[in-house]
Nanobody, 120 residues
Framework: QVQLVESGGGLVQAGGSLRVSCAASGRTFSRYVMGWFRQAPGKEREFVASIPWSGGSAYYTDSVKGRFTIARDNAKNTVYLQMNSLKPEDTAVYYC?????????????WGQGIQVTVSS
């Protein structure tokens, strides 16, 4: 059974940093693209960042470029999202996701989500 389990969310002041993690288990993810989405209150879920499990370029939505970094640790089967210079508009539930070959808006697997709140 595939599981994506997020951790590391919480409350941080604007301008601060936070790192969320996604521990993946239940299958081999070598052909998968891992990513993060987020959903703010009253808004649709949106793509944040992605990275291929086996290497390759990371992609980011424009609003987080230069502030967020996605990375993976293959030995730990874990994907990270390092968030710096956080803004109140980054407040959302962050979801880890995985999909074979290419990450779309309907990934094969979702995590349960984790709250990130940025206070002004």
């Amino acid at each position: 059974q595939v599981q994506l389990v997020e951790s590391g969310g919480g409350l941080v002041q604007a301008g601060g940093s936070l790192r969320v993690s996604c521990a993946a288990s239940g299958r081999t993810f070598s052909r998968y693209v891992m990513g993060w989405f987020r959903q703010a209150p009253g808004k649709e879920r949106e793509f944040v960042a992605s990275i291929p499990w086996s290497g390759g370029s990371a992609y980011y939505t424009d609003s987080v470029k230069g502030r967020f970094t996605i990375a993976r640790d293959n030995a730990k089967n874990t994907v990270y999202l390092q968030m710096n210079s956080l803004k109140p508009e980054d407040t959302a539930v962050y979801y880890c996701a995985a999909e074979a070959w290419r990450l779309t808006a309907t990934p094969d697997y979702w995590g349960q989500g984790i709250q990130v709140t940025v206070s002004s």
